[in-house]
């Protein structure tokens, strides 16, 4: 089949918690799911529960889930574009957020691109762009740098590595941490940067309790926090 006929890929954000999911999407995230039975999922459970959530109407035995996730045998992605070839569009959908940024769904889409399928990127939030604009920082300058070290030592010392690089560069770093770990990346981050170095800390982005602030590291050692279990971005900027 001609590339013109192949179907697309839709990448379709989702919630970032439990939330209403057109409090927080476009219209147009409906529209794609009501007209999609193909997806590419990161949990199939919760990706039920989504596309329930926000198409009640779609029958569940309707729809052909294939899951991307770090157990995913790499030899069998190609495969989950097969439908595309075939004529069908696909959606990809992540655990929380935009599918492909800091997301499996990358490598369907890089696949897609080999493949000369195209990909339709469909408007949703991202919890990194989200607290990074209620940061203050520099929006022009950043990287997002994803999870550091877990090795206590390597971790400090990469902390003051982005520390520095941060400094040299005016640029904002970005970060997240397995959630039950939050709470000690934020006092590694107290003991190890500067006390003017800045940090923001945004978490449970668009759900009820949302907490986003930003501070030097003197005045959070002065703060008190619990960031247990709670979804988090971190940012620096010396």
């Not at 970060?175 to 003017?196: A, D, H």
């Amino acid at each position: 089949m001609e590339a013109s006929h192949y179907g697309k890929i839709y990448l379709i954000p989702t919630t970032l918690g439990d939330t209403e999911p057109l409090e927080v999407l476009p219209i147009s995230i409906k529209k794609a799911i009501e007209r999609i039975d193909y997806f590419v999922v990161e949990n199939e459970k919760t990706a039920r529960r989504f596309i329930k959530k926000i198409t009640p109407s779609k029958k569940q035995d309707s729809l052909k889930l294939s899951v991307i996730n770090k157990y995913t045998d790499p030899m069998e992605l190609p495969s989950f574009l097969d439908p595309c070839l075939e004529g069908h569009s696909i959606g990809v959908i992540s655990e929380a957020g935009c599918p492909g940024v800091a997301d499996p769904g990358a490598d369907i889409v890089a696949i897609a691109h080999q493949k000369n399928i195209q990909v339709v990127p469909l408007v949703g939030p991202s919890s990194i762009l989200l607290a990074l604009m209620a940061s203050g920082f520099n929006g022009q300058n950043f990287a997002f740098i994803g999870y550091l070290p877990i090795d206590n030592t390597v971790r400090k010392s990469a902390i003051k590595r982005y520390e520095n690089q941060s400094k040299s560069n005016h640029q904002a770093l970005i970060c997240i941490e397995t959630p039950y770990r939050n709470n000690k990346l934020f006092e590694e981050f107290c003991n190890s940067l500067s006390p003017q170095t800045k940090l923001c800390i945004a978490c449970d982005i668009t759900l009820p309790t949302e907490y986003i602030s930003t501070k030097t590291i003197a005045d959070w050692k002065r703060s008190k926090i619990d960031l247990h279990k709670r979804p988090c971005i971190f940012i620096i900027q010396a």
